[in-house]
């Protein structure tokens, strides 16, 4: 029993170290708080470990759990708007977490405004428009991926998606 | 605008990454809370041997399965699911509850039984506990318990930052991973104190800051005499100038950076 716990704890990483940036990202992109988006994500964890620790056989609760954790960010995130409501006011100090690697400061700093400028954009979408965009342009999920986690038809997907895009480009060029 | 280049534009938001010190932090939490969920079972079964005493200890009889039956062993199995029951709710409870002295305690046998490459990183995962405790307490507006929390996070927090020291001056390879966490520590610490309006951490004046000197300067002194590749030349160039001007962060956070180069 013990083998099989350590193999769990094993595999729980492995899936946490390939799905906590993607989820913290997720999550950061709707409530724009790196210390929100730290604790909702914790919370995904907790979940999806709490999963993982009571399942008799492997895969026997959860058939896809990458779709699994997507809702279940989403349903934190939903959670966390009926406590706190949908906009918050970000301290000044609170920033994102970008990697300096070297970069230069000027190259910093017009890729810090271009972020802002992106995020302030994506914001303004609904839910469904937001969660298109991040899991089909930054997660790179397919078509069907999307529609699993969704719950949704992979044609409404697609219509959706583009749509989405569309969107978001109309606020960019709005300067919103 | 483009198709191609709103994709190329929406594609800066994948620079948006989490620090690493949460990540591994947090794995740890979750990880972490497991085993010490186990570690507390184990205690309450070590407090009973005499239960798993077999009358006949001959080498066959160890393998018949009729001990099973015996009341010692259910006994004790009932112990063991009782108190895991209880360890559960203990892991959820905060200074000032009821049960928070098993959690303590539970935590402190980890530390005890854990070896000594562990001690450390397990002394900074306490004293997050510890923040996070607070941060549940300051969340509830339970003011009674506040100072319990207040008093908790400053004992294991002195604890880490006193561990740390002692790691700089003896493993020093060791210490640069573990300042990592304590950094962490020190960040979330301060978002904390500015919420609740009052210095959190009290730690004995400078020793912290001596030892994270120390650490940078034999950091540095180290990087000195190796080959440097181009991008992480930059980043030592910005660890030495940040380190010249105080801002000791800045420093450790080049330095972890270059170090991540390969």
Do not use: C
């Not at chain 1, 991926?145 to 978001?168: F, N, P, W, Y």
């Not at chain 2, 854990?114 to 996070?132: G, V, Y």
């Not at chain 2, 009290?202 to 000197?213: C, I, L, P, S, T």
Request: hydrophobic share 40%.
């Amino acid at each position: 029993m013990h083998r099989k716990m350590e193999q769990k704890r094993k595999n729980f990483s492995k899936l946490y170290d390939q799905y906590a940036p993607k989820i913290y990202r997720f999550i950061y992109l709707k409530v724009s708080s790196h210390e929100i988006a730290e604790d909702l994500s914790s919370e995904v964890f907790i979940r999806v470990w709490d999963v993982y620790r009571e399942e008799k056989e492997e895969g026997d609760r959860v058939r896809n759990i990458q779709a699994y954790m997507y809702q279940v960010a989403r349903n934190v995130v939903v959670d966390h708007y009926r406590k706190n409501g949908k906009y918050k006011v970000v301290p000044v100090e609170e920033k994102v977490n970008i990697p300096e690697q070297g970069k230069r400061m000027e190259e910093e700093i017009s890729n810090a405004l271009e972020l802002e400028r992106v995020q302030k954009a994506l914001e303004g979408l609904s839910d469904d428009y937001q969660d298109f965009i991040i899991w089909r342009y930054l997660e790179e999920l397919s078509v069907p991926e999307i529609a699993k986690i969704a719950g949704k038809s992979e044609e409404s997907v697609r219509v959706g998606t583009h749509r989405a895009i569309q969107a978001l480009k109309k606020r960019i060029e709005a300067g919103v | 605008m483009e198709d191609k280049e709103l994709l190329k534009t929406v594609s800066i938001l994948k620079e948006i990454k989490p620090s690493q010190e949460w990540l591994l932090l947090t794995k740890q939490r979750i990880l972490g809370i497991e085993a010490k969920e186990q570690t507390f079972s184990v205690f309450a079964l070590l407090s009973y041997p005499s239960l798993f005493r077999i009358s006949n200890p001959s080498f066959f009889r160890i393998f018949n399965l009729s001990y099973l039956k015996k009341p010692a062993f259910v006994v004790a199995s009932l112990v063991l699911v009782l108190l895991g029951g209880t360890a559960i709710q203990a892991r959820n409870s905060v200074p000032g509850d009821p049960l928070y002295v098993l959690k303590a305690a539970a935590e402190n046998i980890q530390y005890v039984f854990s070896s000594s490459e562990e001690k450390q990183a397990l002394r900074i995962t306490m004293a997050q506990r510890r923040l996070e405790d607070l941060k549940k307490v300051m969340n509830s507006n339970d003011t009674q318990k506040l100072s319990f929390a207040i008093r908790e996070f400053q004992q294991t927090a002195n604890l880490a930052s006193d561990d740390f020291a002692k790691l700089v001056d003896k493993e020093p390879a060791r210490a640069l991973q573990a300042s990592r966490g304590i950094v962490q520590l020190q960040k979330d610490t301060s978002q904390v104190e500015k919420i609740l309006g009052t210095i959190v951490e009290q730690k004995e004046e400078g020793r912290f800051e001596n030892a994270v000197r120390t650490l940078i300067e034999n950091e540095i002194a180290d990087l000195e005499t190796r080959t440097l590749r181009e991008e992480q030349q930059e980043l030592f160039l910005e660890a030495k100038d940040a380190f010249s001007q105080g801002d000791y962060q800045t420093a450790l956070e080049r330095i972890w950076a270059l170090s991540n180069i390969q």
